[in-house]
């Protein structure tokens, strides 16, 4: 599924991640001018973002932060809560399940499951971790919407393949491979690499005199 405006989604929880900063710093009004400059982009970049939520700003003030907050989680789809669960307890798992984030963004976590003997029944940042093999005792007729795989690559697609059977049809997809779903499932596929990629080759443009910005 092809998203318009990928970029601008991508930048919106920075955006909020500073509207919550001068939040808590007891300031009113935000301007496009102090996103640019926290995020270190064009002006006219963060105006064109801001304005794609329908915010009306007021001359010579900027935007009511608690209304461009509001604006930026309906745009995004944060206005609701978003159940999940979470296959994969190992250390990608427990990082995301530690991640404090992840409230502000009504993102709900709401089991965990992993199949190694020595993670069952413990629990990790107060989430207890289930038997993979029990999910369908846990979940029962009213799965959560998405699936979280924290698992190995080998792993990956028989655990998306159950979660699939047991009516997710939204995955977030950590492991480093392409999932085979069907066409009414959506994956979000993260690869840390791909990250790690871009840095090393930034790092080697630098190094050797080019400009990092242009790549």
Avoid at 6 to 30: D, I, N, S, V, W
Avoid at 177 to 197: F, K, T
Wanted: glycine letters at 10%.
């Amino acid at each position: 599924m092809k998203i318009q405006r990928t970029p601008t989604l991508r930048r919106m929880p920075t955006y909020l991640h500073k509207l919550y900063l001068m939040q808590e710093e007891g300031k009113t009004y935000a301007s496009c001018t102090d996103l640019a400059k926290y995020m270190n982009i064009d002006l006219i970049v963060t105006r064109k973002d801001i304005a794609t939520t329908g915010l009306a700003g007021h001359r010579h003030y900027g935007y009511r932060i608690n209304e461009l907050i509001d604006a930026i989680l309906r745009y995004v789809g944060w206005d609701k809560p978003l159940s999940a669960t979470l296959v994969g307890a190992g250390a990608l798992g427990s990082a995301l399940l530690g991640y404090p984030d992840f409230a502000a963004y009504n993102l709900r976590i709401e089991s965990v499951f992993d199949a190694d003997p020595r993670k069952i029944g413990g629990r990790v940042h107060g989430h207890e971790v289930f038997n993979i093999a029990d999910m369908e005792k846990h979940l029962g007729k009213n799965p959560p919407k998405v699936g979280i795989l924290c698992v190995g690559n080998t792993a990956a697609q028989p655990v998306a393949d159950l979660l699939i059977r047991l009516g997710i049809r939204y995955l977030w997809n950590f492991a480093n491979v392409c999932l085979s779903v069907p066409e009414d499932v959506i994956v979000q596929r993260e690869v840390i690499a791909g990250g790690l990629a871009v840095l090393s080759a930034k790092i080697k443009t630098a190094e050797s005199g080019g400009d990092p910005a242009e790549e």
